[in-house]
Structure formats: C-alpha cells, structure tokens
C-alpha cells in the first residue's frame, strides 16, 4: 500500500507543514505540466511497462500463513516486499520499454520472480498463491494481530478509523447471496491481492491515455476475473472491487472516497487529478521528508493514500528525468502466470489504439456510462451487457471477441511488439473469453461440481496454478 514511513504519531503542526508543502510541490507540478514546459520537464518519449503481483502465503491446507516476514528474510530481495497482511507479498518488476518481444520477457522475468519465492516458501513449509480473493480466508484471519510489521499500516489504520471519529466499517456486498457484517479496521483490504499494470507514456498523450485505461477497465475486469467468493459467500465475479472501496471508506460523496473510479474523464491534464487531490482528500500521512519540491515526495505520499482504480503516478527515468504513468488496478493476482502476462497484452493493446483514435472514445462515451460499465463487468464479467462508443448495448463477451481483441492487436502492432508474442498472448485472452472460463467462472463451476469445499477448492486452484496451463483449459476433475 506504498512507501514506508518513520512514525505513526502526528501533531497539528505536521500536518500544517505537510500541507504547506504538498501545496507548493502541486503548484510547481501544475507549472511543469503546463504548455510551455511539457515537452521538456517531463519524459516526451518513452513507451514503457511494468506491474506489480500481490499474492498469498498458504500452508498445506490452503489457508493463510502469516509468515512474510519470515519469507521476506529467506528470499532477501528488492523486488518483494510485504503486503499490509502477514500472509501477503508483493513482487515488483523492473520497468522495460514495450517493443520486440516484451511480452515473453515479462513472462520469463515473472516466472523467475515466482520460482525463487515457490523455493523460498516450500522452505517454510508454505506456498505462493496468486488469486485476487482467498476462498478460505476468514475474517477472524483480518485483525491487527496480522497486520504486517509496517509504520505505515499501522498510521493508516489509525488515520482511517481518525477520519471516520470511530465509527466501524460495515460490509454490503449483494450477488448471488448477501453479505453484510461489521469490522472495526482496515485488515479488510488484506483480503484483495491484484495484479497492477504500470504504462509509462509519451506526456501529448496523456489525457487521451489516462481516459482510454478508464474507458477499457470494464473489459479488462471482465476478461481477468478471479474473485467470486468472500467469507463463503457467492457475491461479485469481481468481489475486491466493492470489497476494497468498502475497507477503507472515509468520506460522504464519490468526490472524497479513498477507493473509487473517479467522477470525470481528464480533461487536458492529469494536472487536475493532482489538483483534486489537494483540494479535495484530507492528508492521512503528514510525514515531513527532507526533500527538494521537484521531487515531489509529499505529493506523492498523498496520492499514495488515494486508491483511484486507474491511479496517475509520478516517477523517475534513471537519469532524473520525471515521467508519469498510469497504474491500472482493476485486475485480480492468478489464476496463471500466462494468464497475468495475457491481461497485460490485452490492456495496452486496447489502450494504445484507443489514445491514437482520431475521434477520442470519451466523447462517445459518457464517463457516467463508462462507470457503469465498470460495476456491471466486476458484477457479472463476462456476461455483463454495456453500452459502448457509439450508443448501443452489447453483451460484454461479443464485444471483448469481436471488437476489443483486434483493437488491441491494433495497438500492440503500433508499439512495435513482435507479432508471435502479440498473437500468442491475445489468443490466451480469446479463448478465455470464448469459453466463458475466467478464474472466477471455473471457480464457481468447481463449487457447484465439488460443494462447498473451500479448502480442497483452494488446493485444486492451486495444482492448477503451478501446472501453469492458462485458465480455460483448466478442468473441474
């Protein structure tokens, strides 16, 4: 849930300071990103990609292993670091330019990512797990006790439960079946684990982009799902997605909550998302960092306690040079290594050919229909009906096979990406979609053949998993 911190006790004086000087970094991003200055403070060139997986520590049943630190120890890499939970991680990989055959470097760099931490997890009489929700995890698992050992998640529990005078957090999550209960800190948001996709981008395109990775996240979510069960209930295809806008929900209206998909396209910048934080998100984290205001560390502290589904970063080329991106959010972890690296195909695909559109998809698409769209494909995935640019609706599966897959191949053909590599991972998304098999439908498929088994089901996701086939060829026996 981001960068770490010194400590959890905070004085009205700190955030005073900490407003101050997140006010001056916003003015001096506001005055970069301005017309006479774009093209030479922020990076005007690069097509660059990366990601982030979340994922689960298991024992030999299937449930939660609250042992990451322990792991963390073992495995003494940069590349992992721990979740806000004990029985998570995350690995990081190294931003890469996207051209020639990115899309199976990713795959082998992901690979051995995942295999170091498999050797390292077996030793601990443990196992990685990478789906977006765990089906045995239990509520008695998301307490305090198991919160990983981290100034910061400690400082955003407290700032949360601040921010709402004490009040518990209640669950509501209607599908199938009806889930309501009462928790009384963040550990909820432990429970959702996401593959996170960062694209790096030429700044003329910056509105365009940021509005196309909105506009494309309902067929992303809908193609990738992985997360139909929480606590044992049958809810969402896509459940972290109300599950997490719900785990940390400070604020009255959609302008303030912590988690959501936002109220507006980008209208020339993504100036005025940073403007809008500052105006509009109280600080949580008022850490003072000895820094000079075009680092902009505090700004980026602040948007780090903002979870928008397509959230805008600002980073750092290797020779100082800063760059924004786009971490797109929507996606669970699993079921496959190949199935992850085929989601990110399909999404800078899409998102690519739809920023080089002549006419921009989001002045066909009213951005209240595009958020409808992005709750009906977390509901109901592939069986979601949309409404699309030019006005009519669509069942999500027609429009994913018949429409979205050649976009995207569109786009991966103008980033230069090899086309075996665009071919091979597109068609991995289009048999999915074809058979209707996403993680979350052979799931519940598997429930319906098996029962309520939770922990044999995990453990039979599991052997699938490390076979390492991708999800729709997957079967139920």
């Known amino acids: 849930m981001g960068q770490e911190i010194e400590s959890s006790d905070f004085s009205e004086a700190d955030y005073d300071a900490f407003a101050a000087r997140l ?47 322990e792991f963390l120890n073992h495995l003494g890499s940069e590349d992992a670091v721990a979740e806000l939970a004990r029985f998570n991680v995350e690995f990081n990989a190294p931003p890469s330019r996207l051209t020639g055959n990115l899309l199976s470097h990713m795959q082998v760099q992901l690979e051995q990512l995942w295999q170091s931490g498999q050797q390292v997890a077996e030793g601990l009489d443990t196992s990685l797990l990478a789906t977006g929700i765990l089906p045995t995890v239990e509520q ?26 004490g009040r518990a957090i209640h669950l509501d999550i ?37 509005n196309a990775s909105k506009i494309v996240s309902a067929p992303l979510i809908a193609a990738s799902a992985n997360s139909p069960f929480l606590f044992q209930y049958s809810l969402w295809d896509e459940t972290r997605i109300p599950l997490f806008e719900q785990s940390v929900p400070v604020g009255a209206s959609d302008y303030s909550q912590r988690v959501s998909f936002g ?47 397509n959230r805008p970063l600002i980073g750092f080329n290797r020779d100082g040079t800063p760059h924004l991106r786009i971490e ?17 195909a399909f999404y800078y695909g899409m998102v690519v050919a739809m920023a080089h559109m002549p ?31 030019d ?19 569109q786009g991966l053909e103008q980033l230069g990406i090899d086309q075996d590599d ?43 998993q490390q076979a390492g086939k991708p999800v729709h060829t997957w079967t139920l026996n």
């Not at 922020?42 to 630190?69: C, I, K, Q, R």
């Not at 307490?143 to 949360?160: E, F, G, P, W």
């Not at 979609?433 to 939770?454: D, I, N, P, Y």
């Open 23 to 69: 006010k001056e970094e916003t003015e001096l991003l506001g005055e970069m990103l301005s017309d006479d200055c774009q093209g030479t403070c922020f990076d005007d060139g690069s097509w660059v990609g990366g990601y982030e997986l979340e994922t689960w520590l298991v024992d030999a049943d299937g449930m939660p292993a609250a042992s990451n630190g």
């Open 140 to 165: 008695r698992d998301l307490v305090l006790a198991n919160m990983s050992d981290s100034t910061r998640y400690q400082a955003l529990n407290q700032q949360v439960l601040r921010l709402r005078e």
């Open 174 to 210: 209607k599908g199938s079946e009806h889930l309501q209960m009462t928790h009384h800190d963040v550990m909820l948001e432990a429970a959702t684990t996401s593959f996170q996709i960062h694209l790096q981008f030429p700044h003329h395109l910056v509105a365009r982009i940021y």
């Open 263 to 309: 109220v507006r396209y980008a209208d020339e910048s993504l100036f005025e998302i940073f403007d809008a934080n500052l105006k509009r998100y109280p600080i949580m984290l008022p850490m003072l960092i000895d820094a000079k205001p075009e680092e902009f560390a505090h700004l980026r502290l602040h948007n780090g306690t903002i979870w928008r589904w």
């Open 328 to 344: 797109q959010r929507v996606v669970p972890a699993g079921p496959t290594l190949s199935d992850q690296v085929a989601n990110i």
């Open 359 to 389: 006419d921009a998809p989001e002045k066909k698409l009213p951005f209240a229909a595009s958020r409808d769209n992005f709750y009906a494909a977390a509901r109901a995935s592939l069986s979601a009906s949309v409404n699309w640019l």
């Open 391 to 409: 006005g009519r609706q669509v069942g999500m599966q027609k429009l994913v096979l018949d429409e979205l897959l050649p976009l995207a191949s």
């Open 422 to 464: 665009a071919e091979h991972y597109l068609s991995i998304v289009r048999e999915r979609v074809a058979s209707g098999q996403t993680g979350a439908a052979w799931q519940r498929q598997w429930v319906s053949e098996h029962g309520k088994e939770w922990r044999q089901l995990v453990l039979a996701y599991q052997e699938r």
